[in-house]
């Protein structure tokens, strides 16, 4: 063995044991990917193209929605021997990280399993394992959790025919816990085993359910949305109530992007009857039945629009800092058939804390309940 090989061995055996990854693969050609229903083109009305072009400017990214917005296949891959990182949920190959493990090369490329040294103790499992994993981005949040990690479900649910290994982290938050307990009843094929951010299993067989979420956006297939509504609901046991709320997701409480002046902004809504709500003081089964029941919405960009899932059928009002237009609830809108609307504020702060003009809330809230047409941006 020449010296120049000797210490590329020498390297990739530090390499191992630091679990510093610095290469990639992918495996989206891969022979055993099996598609559930492949992907399709979602078509937009111009005013919906001239927000989405509005959000894409605000972030500095082209884009062309003339065709429209692809949705990414729903699919599964069988893998043989790979190593399995608890720290991110990310999947190792012959040293190389999959990056469809990590979401997409834009992920990988801020994932602790990709060029971050970290000690992991090895495992070596026996057995048929798959997960929906996706630290940190779904660590606490329930966005990630929602329209990354619980979709893939469906695709592991969907392929199901032997007994398999959902690998889950230690720490599982409680929303996290309940809901997926809620979508796996009634599946005795699949059990659940944790692992910590200390851990690397060796894997004989792992089957990787792709992902069906892109960068903002929250759009996800109409089967996939009935399976987590329908699923999550029951498991929660909603009730349906003859008056429905109007609702506004304050973020007060939050470290970053609030209304500025927020108390001129609730008289307004509490003159139309809106109730003022803070999720992070509710249990997630609340904040469920809440949404559940909710005709209108009104929030800053933000965690707890997430929940506008578990709307029956609601219209929402979304309030962004001119300079930071996301198209994230949007695109769930338009998966959900719901009604959207939005109101551009003042430019924000180094908190992106902004002002809204309460007048033009009022004028658009006349709009929306059908008293006057508002002259305001609305698709």
């Not at 809901?179 to 004989?204: A, G, M, V």
């Not at 029951?234 to 002046?261: D, E, H, T």
């Not at 300079?323 to 992106?352: E, P, W």
């Amino acid at each position: 063995m020449g010296k120049r090989m000797w210490l590329k061995t020498i390297y990739r055996h530090i390499s191992n044991w630091l679990n510093y990854y610095y290469s990639f693969t992918s495996v989206y050609q891969h022979p055993h990917k099996r598609i559930i229903r492949p992907g399709y083109w979602v078509e937009f009305s111009q005013p919906e193209k001239e927000f989405l072009n509005l959000c894409a400017a605000s972030f500095g990214y082209e884009t062309d929605y003339s065709r429209g917005y692809r949705q990414k296949e729903i699919s599964v891959i069988s893998l043989a021997d790979v190593t399995f990182l608890g720290n991110s949920g990310a999947l190792v190959k012959e040293q190389k990280v999959i990056k469809e493990s990590v979401f997409d090369q834009l992920r990988l490329t801020k994932s602790p399993a990709f060029r971050s040294p970290a000690l992991m103790l090895p495992n070596h499992k026996s057995g048929r394992f798959t997960s929906l994993m996706h630290l940190p981005w779904a660590e606490q949040s329930n966005y990630h959790w929602f329209l990354d990690c619980l979709p893939r479900l469906y695709a592991i649910l969907q392929t199901l025919v032997e007994p398999t290994i959902l690998i889950i982290p230690v720490n599982l938050p409680v929303f996290q816990q309940e809901t997926l307990s809620f979508l796996l009843q009634n599946n005795p094929l699949l059990s659940l085993q944790r692992i910590s951010k200390s851990q690397k299993w060796h894997l004989p067989t792992f089957i990787l359910p792709t992902f069906l979420s892109n960068h903002y956006s929250g759009f996800l297939p109409p089967e996939v949305l009935h399976f987590m509504r329908e699923g999550i609901w029951q498991g929660y046991g909603v009730k349906s109530q003859p008056v429905k709320n109007r609702i506004y997701v304050s973020r007060s409480k939050a470290s970053k992007r609030r209304i500025l002046s927020e108390e001129a902004i609730i008289k307004i809504l509490k003159n139309y009857n809106f109730n003022i709500i803070y999720a992070e003081d509710l249990s997630y089964r609340e904040q469920v039945q809440l949404f559940y029941n909710a005709e209108i919405i009104v929030g800053v960009h933000g965690a707890g629009l997430t929940n506008i899932l578990f709307s029956q059928q609601a219209t929402i009002i979304e309030l962004h800092p001119a300079d930071l237009v996301r198209s994230h609830y949007f695109m769930i809108c338009k998966a959900l058939g719901f009604k959207y609307h939005y109101l551009l504020g003042s430019t924000g702060n180094t908190k992106q804390d902004f002002r809204i003009d309460s007048q033009a809330l009022n004028q658009l809230l006349n709009a929306v309940l059908g008293k006057t047409d508002s002259g305001l941006a609305n698709i």
